[in-house]
């Protein structure tokens, strides 16, 4: 059974950083990612990391997606966080099927 687990999340003022992490507990993914999801919205896409790296528009520019294959891991670099950044942040992994962390909190506010 494959686990995703993540840690990094937490609360943080407007305009600061961030860094979540996630551990997968077997080999590399081909792909590896980032999504949120807040009360009463789908789940959406932060970014990804596949043979390249995809973003959100809302987050290109001040979040950074980055894997280290060696520890089966991807992290997320958050930037110029914003209120609207607040959302329950779940790792992603695909490799012929699909899955998930257990999620983490991020809270933006002031």
């Known amino acids: 059974q494959v686990q995703l687990v993540e840690s990094g999340g937490g609360l943080v003022q407007p305009g600061g950083s961030l860094r979540l992490s996630c551990a997968a507990s077997?080999?590399?993914?081909?792909?590896m990612g980032w999504y949120r999801q807040t009360p009463g919205k789908q789940r959406e896409l932060v970014a990804i990391?596949?043979?390249?790296?995809n973003y959100a528009d809302s987050v290109k520019g001040r979040f950074t997606i980055s894997r280290d294959n060696a520890k089966n891991a991807v992290y997320l670099q958050m930037n110029s966080l914003k209120p609207e950044d607040t959302a329950v942040y779940y790792c992603?992994?695909?490799?012929?099927?699909?899955?998930w962390g257990q999620g983490t909190q991020v809270t933006v506010s002031s």
């Open positions: 992603y992994a695909y490799s012929g099927r699909t899955y």
């Open positions: 077997r080999s590399v993914f081909s792909v």
């Open positions: 990391s596949s043979s390249g790296t």
